[in-house]
């Protein structure tokens, strides 16, 4: 299970004279073994709530309780170090994963496998394209066991082929695993999630019926 309890975030504007509040005194549980769906209209705070969730970022006040191991944002592309090659990179986070030896070698091997980028894989990263750096994150989020993996909007990155490995993938990973996932695809959704949490003016709103609350959703 994981509990959130009276959670408050907020940010600084771009003038960085105000700030604006994402959550204030937000308090829900998501059971154990569901597929949830977070859904809610720009700026209700769906990817700030995975980033939370996730530990990207940290609320200003409240607690996140779970007993279960909870992946960074699949796909999260903002913490490589574009001097170093992908396999550095992955051989960096295995490490911080606490995989060594054969351990870590698996984990390398299946990123470069799953990123498809050749010999792109052993040259600094500050020269991919946006779809390559995407490729390489994804791998790696799923190149580890976790009780939850956080999905934000991780399947828009590449072409066709590659995104329906991903939902191949992801499927296999459910079942072992569960998914929190952000995303404006609704047939993602029905075909992966088995619950819905609709974010809304600073309240969260269940669904057991999945498509009952995307009919919500699109009525906001």
Same mark, same amino acid.
């Given at each position: 299970?994981?509990?959130?309890?009276?959670? $408050?975030?907020? $940010?600084?504007?771009? %003038?960085?004279?105000?700030? $604006?509040?994402?959550?204030?005194?937000? %308090?829900?549980?998501?059971?154990?073994?569901? /597929?949830?769906?977070?859904?809610?209209? /720009?700026?209700?705070?769906?990817?700030?709530?995975?980033?939370?969730?996730?530990?990207?970022?940290?609320?200003?006040?409240? @607690?996140?309780?779970?007993?279960?191991?909870?992946?960074?944002?699949?796909?999260?592309?903002?913490?490589?170090?574009?001097?170093?090659?992908?396999?550095?990179?992955?051989?960096?986070?295995?490490?911080?994963?606490?995989?060594?030896?054969?351990?870590?070698?698996?984990?390398?091997?299946?990123?470069? %496998?799953?990123?498809?980028?050749?010999?792109?894989?052993?040259?600094?990263?500050?020269?991919?394209?946006?779809?390559?750096?995407?490729?390489?994150?994804?791998?790696?989020?799923?190149?580890?066991?976790?009780?939850?993996?956080?999905?934000?909007?991780?399947?828009?990155?590449?072409?066709?082929?590659?995104?329906?490995?991903?939902?191949?993938?992801?499927?296999? @990973?459910?079942? @072992?695993?569960?998914?929190?996932?952000?995303?404006?695809?609704?047939?993602?959704?029905?075909?992966?999630?088995?619950?819905?949490?609709?974010?809304?003016?600073?309240?969260? $709103?269940?669904?057991?019926?999945?498509?009952?609350?995307?009919?919500?959703?699109?009525?906001?």
């Amino acid at each position: 299970m994981i509990r959130v309890c009276n959670l $408050y975030k907020s $940010y600084r504007d771009r %003038s960085q004279q105000k700030r $604006y509040r994402v959550f204030e005194n937000l %308090s829900f549980s998501i059971p154990e073994g569901r /597929n949830v769906a977070i859904l809610g209209r /720009n700026g209700s705070g769906k990817s700030t709530l995975l980033r939370l969730l996730g530990g990207i970022d940290v609320p200003d006040r409240g @607690k996140i309780f779970s007993n279960k191991r909870i992946s960074w944002p699949v796909g999260l592309k903002g913490g490589f170090q574009g001097s170093l090659t992908a396999r550095e990179n992955v051989k960096f986070v295995a490490r911080v994963q606490g995989a060594r030896g054969e351990e870590l070698k698996k984990a390398v091997s299946y990123v470069e %496998s799953f990123a498809d980028i050749g010999e792109y894989f052993d040259e600094p990263m500050k020269a991919y394209s946006s779809g390559m750096r995407g490729r390489v994150a994804f791998g790696l989020s799923l190149a580890f066991d976790f009780d939850y993996y956080l999905i934000d909007e991780a399947m828009s990155v590449g072409d066709v082929q590659f995104k329906r490995r991903c939902k191949e993938i992801l499927r296999e @990973k459910i079942g @072992k695993a569960n998914i929190l996932m952000v995303s404006h695809n609704m047939k993602d959704v029905v075909s992966l999630c088995d619950m819905v949490v609709l974010l809304h003016n600073q309240k969260t $709103y269940f669904y057991d019926d999945v498509r009952e609350g995307i009919r919500a959703y699109r009525k906001l």
